[in-house]
């Protein structure tokens, strides 16, 4: 016979263990899809695909950017500073400062900005 603490502690780790094993998953939004590639929002950071021949334009952000290249090559201009760098490294860019990527292979990347 099932005393009635026994059948509350069973449904509380019951419940628990339901709870635990449930996994969170959601879907990570787009923030930019076109010719160049893709750009998806993780929050703090985005990552970013970009097909072989394409261009980030020269451009600054108001925010210090962290940017880590995880695959492909890249001509990098940063200020007036040019080099070819290839995965994986990772750089930084000042707030206002401009800088470029010219993809010279698909690539992916993750930035942060602060």
Known sequence: ????????????????????????LQEIKI???DER???YNCGKSSFITRRKGT??????HEDNEI???????VELTI??????????I??????NVYHKLVALTDIDLVIDRS
């Open 79 to 88: 200020g007036d500073e040019t080099q070819i760098v290839k995965a994986p």
């Open 37 to 39: 590639g893709i750009i």
């Open 1 to 24: 016979m099932f005393c009635v603490a026994s059948v509350f502690r069973y449904i509380i780790f019951y419940i628990a263990l339901n709870l635990k094993n449930k996994m969170d």
């Open 55 to 60: 261009i980030s334009a020269n451009h600054t």
């Open 67 to 73: 940017v880590y290249l995880v695959r492909g090559e």
């Open 90 to 95: 990772m750089f930084e860019t000042a707030p």
């Open 31 to 33: 923030i930019k899809s």
